[in-house]
Nanobody
Framework: QVQLVESGGGLVQAGESLKLSCAAS????????MGWYRQPPGKQRELVAS???????NYADSVKGRFTISRDNAKNTMFLQMNSLKPEDTAVYYC????????????WGQGTQVTVSS
């Protein structure tokens, strides 16, 4: 079994920054792609950014130039540096990973709240 745990959420003012972390734990696993998703209040979950094992990156248009995704394969961790935060970035942020143990499965973290006040 693999667990993903997010941290780093909080309440900030517009224009400020936050850095989210996602740590994967378990035994004998290999992470392929990872990503950050978010679910604003009353809306559907959406992709924020993704990164594969070779560090090929994809961003949602709404966060390009403000957010930076990165990962440390040796430590099975992923980060999301969020700068110039806007009230519309307010959401629960989820870590997602495609993990290979015996077979390949997708795992989700429990989510971390990010609230940006105007």
């Amino acid at each position: 079994q693999v667990q993903l745990v997010e941290s780093g959420g909080g309440l900030v003012q517009a224009g400020e920054s936050l850095k989210l972390s996602c740590a994967a734990s378990g035994s004998r696993f290999r992470i392929n792609s990872m990503g950050w998703y978010r679910q604003p209040p009353g809306k559907q979950r959406e992709l924020v950014a993704s990164i594969n094992r070779s560090s090929r990156i994809n961003y949602a248009d709404s966060v390009k130039g403000r957010f930076t995704i990165s990962r440390d394969n040796a430590k099975n961790t992923m980060f999301l540096q969020m700068n110039s935060l806007k009230p519309e970035d307010t959401a629960v942020y989820y870590c997602n990973a495609e993990v290979m143990v015996i077979d390949t499965r997708v795992y989700w973290g429990q989510g971390t709240q990010v609230t940006v006040s105007s």
